[in-house]
């Protein structure tokens, strides 16, 4: 079960939940996505409603604009050539912008695209909230990590219509109504889990799959599966983003009906 007072779990659930709704709403969070353009979709080098003439080298994206286009590079116009890696940071520091856009390298499985980020975008203005259920200490439950020998990599359906790899790092096995479910999860760079997942109420009262992401286990594999904190994935905010289904077992049999379940207000 969850640990301290369930009071305080409560109230630090209700901090997690504004400040969630603060980081999705805001300017360029993901509701403001408007569109991912793969550059191999695009040989000639125009993204629809983007100006310059965008080339995908195998080191870097190569853009060139003229002096009509409107375009501003690391925060001031540019007109030129310019060479481009994967933006890392925030959004709102992208190298690139477009007025009050901000427009977005990325690389994923050696191709290179860009993601045009709106604050202005339909689905950022008709946003209401994030619809969560309230905090139930019942759904915050010991878990045990247990590695794989070695990682695995799955193919797995993803939002886009394209199947691609998921690494996973291994199990974690809990117990829900004293009955044991294992979610296969992936280990990210500082230690903490990442599950993606469904459950009985998705696509009915939830949204399609959620995800999950438990704190790093301790040395004998210990951590807690707080399903107050399942999380809608970035395609339930914008089409435009690519989101790993759940992988083969990650199916719960069960109501998961905690955390986020869907989202009030889309176009």
């Given at each position: ?132 259920t309230a905090y139930d200490e019942r759904w915050a ?32 096995s809990f117990r829900i109504g004293g009955v044991e ?87």
């Amino acid at each position: 079960m969850s640990t301290g007072h369930p009071a305080d779990a409560a109230q630090d659930w209700k901090h997690w939940h504004e400040q969630r709704t603060e980081t999705v709403s805001a300017p360029y969070g993901p509701l403001s996505l408007t569109g991912t353009h793969w550059l191999a979709d695009h040989p000639e080098g125009h993204l629809p409603g983007i100006p310059g003439h965008w080339a995908d080298t195998p080191d870097a994206v190569v853009l060139t604009t003229g002096s009509d286009d409107g375009l501003a590079v690391d925060g001031a116009p540019f007109t030129g050539e310019v060479r481009l890696g994967a933006d890392g940071g925030p959004v709102a520091d992208a190298r690139v912008a477009l007025g009050g856009r901000r427009l977005v390298v990325i690389r994923r499985e050696g191709l290179w695209a860009v993601r045009d980020f709106d604050p202005d975008a339909p689905a950022r203005r008709a946003f209401r909230s994030v619809d969560a259920t309230a905090y139930d200490e019942r759904w915050a439950v010991p878990g045990r990590f247990t590695p794989y020998d070695e990682d695995r990599t799955v193919t797995v359906g993803n939002a886009d219509g394209e199947e691609r790899g998921l690494g996973l790092g291994g199990e974690l096995s809990f117990r829900i109504g004293g009955v044991e479910h294992v979610l296969k999860v992936s280990v990210e760079a500082d230690g903490s889990l990442w599950a993606v997942f469904a459950d009985a109420t998705s696509g009915i009262s939830s949204y399609r799959f959620r995800f999950l992401r438990p704190a790093a286990p301790d040395a004998d594999g210990r951590t807690t599966v707080d399903f107050n904190r399942a999380l809608l994935p970035p395609c339930a905010f914008a089409d435009h983003f690519i989101c790993p289904f759940p992988p083969p077992g990650n199916t719960l049999p069960v109501d998961i009906a905690a955390g986020e379940r869907n989202l009030r207000g889309r176009p």
